[in-house]
């Protein structure tokens, strides 16, 4: 299992700012930003330069890096700015969204993002799994559900606070699928809501629990 978001302690990461210290106009990237970016850089190139269509493990491996990716990113933004961010679920059109969820008018608008989307607005990221330049990716987002005790409650939203942890109190599992029929595999990536950190499971033939997305 890789993790994403953090130390090995669990503590969340990165020093802390008041929320008028980030200005939405500002020039340049920062160095996560930047770091993100070499993320990204290297899933595209490991799928684009293979003579081959990328195996289902291989979409499953680059769909669930880039969203530990982002949800790190997003978890980094909530504590850098003392406030709070949102991940929403859409399914229905394979991909999710990205915007600000606190109360500070003033972070509304996004910071800069290097990978822009055309269907990004200045107060929200959009991110499709079918629409990764040149990647064949057919990673499909089967749904994120949140575990309360023993059974599973689907969830269309994830929120990350100033301090890293997640609004919600119970663990949220978000789980992709890639290939068709007999050959579909899935994975899952797991947010501790104590600390905000993302752990990315196996590839596995068995999908969500019966039931938890209606299907």
């Excluded at 990716?137 to 990350?160: C, E, I, K, N």
């Excluded at 501790?192 to 997305?213: D, E, I, S």
Aim: proline share 8%; glycine share 12%; with cysteine.
């Amino acid at each position: 299992m890789t993790a994403f978001g953090g130390d090995n302690s669990g503590r969340p990461t990165g020093s802390k700012r008041k929320p008028g210290n980030q200005l939405p106009g500002r020039a340049g990237f920062t160095l996560l930003e930047l770091m993100l970016v070499l993320v990204f850089v290297s899933i595209l190139a490991a799928l684009v330069l293979p003579n081959t269509p990328p195996t289902a493990c291989e979409q499953l491996d680059a769909a669930a890096r880039i969203l530990a990716t982002d949800l790190a990113y997003g978890r980094g933004l909530a504590v850098s700015t003392n406030s709070q961010y949102r991940f929403t679920w859409d399914t229905a059109n394979n991909r999710y969204l990205f915007s600000y969820s606190g109360s500070n008018p003033a972070l509304a608008t996004l910071p800069a993002w290097p990978l822009a989307s055309p269907s990004d607005t200045p107060t929200q990221r959009v991110v499709a799994f079918g629409s990764l330049p040149q990647t064949g990716l057919g990673a499909q987002l089967v749904g994120a559900a949140a575990q309360v005790g023993s059974s599973y409650q689907a969830v269309s939203t994830l929120d990350f606070g100033p301090l890293g942890a997640t609004v919600s109190s119970s663990p949220t599992t978000i789980w992709l699928s890639a290939g068709s029929g007999n050959n579909i595999r899935y994975t899952t990536l797991g947010v501790n809501p104590v600390t905000g950190l993302v752990t990315v499971g196996p590839y596995t033939a068995t999908g969500p629990p019966a039931g938890v997305f209606g299907h």
